[in-house]
C-alpha cells in the first residue's frame, strides 16, 4: 500500500469548472503538504498544515482553496483556474520531531492538471 | 529566500560511465535531501545528510553534505540504464516556524543508455 495516495492521477477541467483534488496519508504522519511542479522551475511549496491547522500559504491565488478535516486527509479546491496552472501537483506528508529536525517528505504519486 | 542551484540540468550518458550531480547555495539548511522522479510520480526520498561534511552511500550512490551545510552532492558510480530519472535536491531547516518545507532545486534529468 502507497504511504501518500493521491486522486486523480490525471484530470482535464474547464476554466469554468470546481473540482477537488484529494490526497490521503497511511503513515501516521502530522503535516501535510501542497506542492507544485510545472515544467523547468523548481517544485513549490503552496501549502502546509500542521495538526490540521493551516500554517503556510505561500502567496497562493485565492481559486486553490485547501482543507485539511484530519490528519490523514487533504483536499485542494480548485475554481474558475487559468491554463497556466496546468501542472502536476504533489501531496506530500511528514512527522514532526523535536522543532521540525531532519524532517522527511515522503510524496505522493501527484495529480497532473490540464486546464483548458 | 533561500535558493538551491542543481547541476547539470541535464546528464545523457553511457551504461557504466560515473557522474555527478552537485546542488549549492547561499544559505546553509539544517539537512539536505536528495529524491529521485520518475515520469509520471511522485519523488521517492533516497538520503537525508545532517551533518557539515557526512557522507553517505546507497550502493552506487554516494552523496557528502558540505562542511558547511551550504551544498551537497551526488555521485554515481558505474551508472545503469536503472538510474534514469530526475533528481531533486532540497534543503530543510529546522525550528519551530519551520514546519519541514522544503526548498528544491531545478533537478537534474539523468538519462542513462544502454
Known amino acids: 500500500e502507497t504511504g501518500v495516495t493521491q486522486t486523480p492521477r490525471h484530470l482535464v477541467m474547464g476554466m469554468t469548472n470546481k473540482k477537488s483534488l484529494k490526497c490521503e496519508q497511511h503513515?501516521?504522519?502530522?503535516?501535510m503538504y501542497w506542492y507544485k511542479q510545472s515544467a523547468k522551475k523548481p517544485l513549490e511549496l503552496m501549502f502546509v498544515?500542521?495538526?490540521?491547522?493551516?500554517?503556510e500559504n505561500n502567496s497562493v491565488p485565492s481559486r486553490f482553496s485547501p482543507e485539511c478535516p484530519n490528519s490523514s486527509h487533504l483536499f485542494l479546491h480548485l475554481h474558475t483556474l487559468q491554463p497556466e496552472d496546468s501542472a502536476l501537483y504533489l501531496c506530500?506528508?511528514?512527522?514532526?520531531?523535536?522543532?521540525?529536525?531532519?524532517?522527511?517528505?515522503?510524496f505522493g504519486q501527484g495529480t497532473r492538471l490540464t486546464v483548458v | 529566500t533561500q535558493l538551491l542551484e542543481q547541476s547539470p540540468q541535464f546528464l545523457s550518458i553511457q551504461e557504466g560511465e560515473n557522474l555527478t550531480v552537485y546542488c549549492n547555495s547561499s544559505?546553509?539548511?539544517?539537512?539536505l535531501q536528495w529524491y529521485r522522479q520518475e515520469p509520471g510520480e511522485g519523488p521517492v526520498l533516497l538520503v537525508t545528510?545532517?551533518?557539515?561534511?557526512e557522507v553517505k552511500k546507497l550502493k552506487r550512490l554516494t552523496f557528502q553534505f558540505g562542511d558547511a551545510r551550504k551544498d551537497s552532492s551526488l555521485h554515481i558510480t558505474a551508472a545503469q540504464p536503472g538510474d534514469t530519472g530526475l533528481y531533486l535536491c532540497?534543503?530543510?531547516?529546522?525550528?519551530?516556524?519551520?514546519?519541514?518545507?522544503?526548498?528544491f532545486g531545478q533537478g537534474t534529468i539523468l538519462t542513462v543508455h544502454p
Open positions: 544559505s546553509v539548511f539544517s539537512s
Open positions: 545528510v545532517v551533518t557539515g561534511g
Open positions: 503513515l501516521g504522519h502530522n503535516a
Open positions: 498544515y500542521s495538526l490540521e491547522e493551516r500554517v
Open positions: 532540497a534543503g530543510a531547516n529546522a525550528g519551530g516556524t519551520s514546519y519541514g518545507k522544503l526548498t
Open positions: 506530500a506528508s511528514s512527522r514532526q520531531t523535536g522543532g521540525w529536525q531532519n524532517t522527511e517528505a515522503f
